[in-house]
């Protein structure tokens, strides 16, 4: 197995195959598709790697094959894997949460930001020009993004998120870095701000003048990280149970999703996996049937998750053509309701909107007699959405100290029209 190089070809499957560092430089591929590894390997011994670091640098190594990257792997996980996933026992029996928030920004994008930063800044050449990242966010991505990049020497980072549109401790955080990151408020929806960054993209005059950077999630240097957790949580539960564990996923752009998949076809004990959607029904009528077009995103209070059409579904369907083992849910704003409130009394714990979604699925899951060990994907820490959470529990959510620092920092960001020229001059403007 080992030297043979791994090539990343397009879903589309009118691309030429690229190794990992040009696919990570690219984002999407030239046909319009999304690059996926052209074989996934199943790996052996995988039940010895134990640190969560050590399951990350056994499950990337395939992915690197033959990549000027390769030697470099170690280095990268070391830098980008600092903080935990611990996969905690709730008070139901055989009912396990995998928390993903202890990372700087208190969500699991934390992961896929941070070793994106550090590859990236591998696979600029010494002396080239400075790298603007630019990135639209409805809340989570903006922050992971910018705390990974935060004086990054040779990194700028521009982000745009919609005026009013995230919480007020969302944008706080989005302001707060300063230094190599700037925050801009686009006056109009997330799709406006998606819609400008697309543009820039695409404005080969720009691109001449300014070194652009894409961190958005259909990146593999955001996916594939996302693989280490899901398979050390299993390798965990197999360890100390010994069982395989299923799991439900909160589930937007479907890219945590996938990488669960993943770590289940690079051979971790996973059995049964569930994706847990909020009123957008995207991913469940593509799952249940072959014929679906996507709808308007319609607003949820699991807002991060608020995505019409995902498009990491391309590479579900790539990855795992007969679609065994995985089902998809959708859940309600009332039942978010009602899993934030009940999360205390039934379990002892304060759940964020979006994993509140998985708590809704696994409650369905024991209620229809399913008495196998599950895992819900905790995916935020309930501080960051303390609006929606607080009035629903009746008191404050206490703010874990790497989002309390940041939220201490002064915060400002700069008013932007959303316009393709006013997005143009801040990116051509020296920082
Ligand atoms: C981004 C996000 C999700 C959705 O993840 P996908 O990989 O897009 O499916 C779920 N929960 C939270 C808190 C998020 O920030």
Known sequence: MADTPMHFVSTREAAPRVLLSQAVLAGLAPDGGLYVPERVPRLDGLARARTLPEVAK?????????????PQLHALVDEAFTFEAPLKALRSPDTFVLELFHGPTSAFKDFGARFLA?????????????VTVLVATSGDTGGAVAAAFHQRPGARVVILYPEGKVSARQAHQLGCFGDNVEAYCVRGDFDDCQRLVKGAFGDAALRGDVALASANSISLGRLLPQVAYHAHAALTHQRTQGSALNLVVPTGNLGNGVACVLARLLGAPIGD??????????????????????????ATLANAMDVG?????????????????????????AEIRAQVRAGEAREGEVWCPHTACAVEVLARLRASGDARPWAVVATAHPAKFETVVEPLIGRPVPVPPALAQLLQRPSRSTQLAPTAQALAAVLRAAP
């Open 58 to 70: 056994r499950v990337l190594a395939p992915f690197f094959e033959g990549d000027a990257l390769a």
């Open 118 to 130: 550090a590859v990236l800044a591998r696979l600029a050449p010494a002396g080239a020009r400075p």
């Open 273 to 298: 996996i569930v994706f847990a959607t909020n009123a957008n029904t995207a991913v469940s009528r593509a799952l249940s049937s072959a014929q679906w077009s996507p709808l308007p995103t319609l």
């Open 309 to 333: 059409n995902p498009s990491n579904l391309e590479r579900l369907r790539f990855l795992l053509p007969g679609l065994e083992g995985v089902r998809a849910q959708e859940v309600s704003d």
